[in-house]
Antibody, heavy 117, light 112 residues
Framework: EVQLVESGGGLVQPGGSLTLSCEVS????????MSWVRQAPGRGLEWVAK????????SYVDSLRGRFVVSRDNTKNSLYLQMDSLRVEDTAVYYC??????????WGQGALVIVSS | DVVMTQSPLSLPVTLGQPASISCRSS???????????LSWFQQRPGQSPRRLIY???RRDSGVPDRFSGSGSGTDFTLRISRVEAEDVGVYYC?????????FGQGTKVEMK
């Protein structure tokens, strides 16, 4: 059974930093593109970032480039999202997902990030 | 960015009756290989998104056959042949071929 489990969410002040983790099991992690998608409270889904299987190439939605960094450790079957200079509008549930042929077929349960003073 | 426009945004449904959701893309999600990378997701209340349909009409494993997808070019449709109570939730279309991947606004399906 494929499982994606996010962790690291929480409450952070504006301007602060947070790193999310996503541990993947049930598939050969190092073979797959992975993505982060977020959902603000009561809102729709928004792509955040995508990373190649070997971690050599990363793509970000324009509005987040420079503040967010996606990375992975294939020895730990883990995906990460480092978020800096957080803003109130970054408050959302952050999902990791396997990205396979331009779609996401497996999703985690999500990690809630609240940016508030 | 490619804009995905869904209609309706709210869909009251009746148990056992059919339902359909439309999705229009501002740019065709067709790959150079000829495949169209248009997906549909269901998000039940309090849950993560679940993919139902990929490449316009291919149903994911475990998805009931009452769900079907169709379309071409820039116009796509998700159909539920006979709505069941467990189908309540928000449905999103998504194109994955043009960066960044983009979702529709979501269609909320609820029981009348």
């Amino acid at each position: 059974e494929v499982q994606l489990v996010e962790s690291g969410g929480g409450l952070v002040q504006p301007g602060g930093s947070l790193t999310l983790s996503c541990e993947v099991s049930g598939l050969t992690f190092s073979d797959h593109y992975m993505s982060w998608v977020r959902q603000a409270p009561g809102r729709g889904l928004e792509w955040v970032a995508k990373i190649t299987p070997d971690g050599s190439r990363k793509s970000y939605v324009d509005s987040l480039r420079g503040r967010f960094v996606v990375s992975r450790d294939n020895t730990k079957n883990s995906l990460y999202l480092q978020m800096d200079s957080l803003r109130v509008e970054d408050t959302a549930v952050y999902y990791c997902a396997r990205d396979f042929w331009f779609s996401c077929d497996y999703w985690g349960q999500g990690a809630l990030v609240i940016v508030s003073s | 960015d490619v804009v995905m426009t869904q209609s309706p945004l709210s869909l009251p449904v009746t148990l056992g009756q059919p339902a359909s959701i439309s999705c229009r893309s501002s740019r065709s999600p067709v790959h150079s290989n000829g495949n169209i990378y248009l997906s549909w997701f269901q998000q039940r209340p309090g849950q993560s998104p679940r993919r139902l349909i990929y490449e316009v009409s291919r149903r994911d494993s475990g998805v009931p056959d009452r769900f079907s997808g169709s379309g071409s070019g820039t116009d796509f449709t998700l159909r539920i042949s006979r709505v069941e109570a467990e189908d309540v939730g928000v449905y999103y279309c998504m194109q994955g071929i043009h960066w960044p991947p983009t979702f529709g606004q979501g269609t909320k399906v609820e029981m009348k």
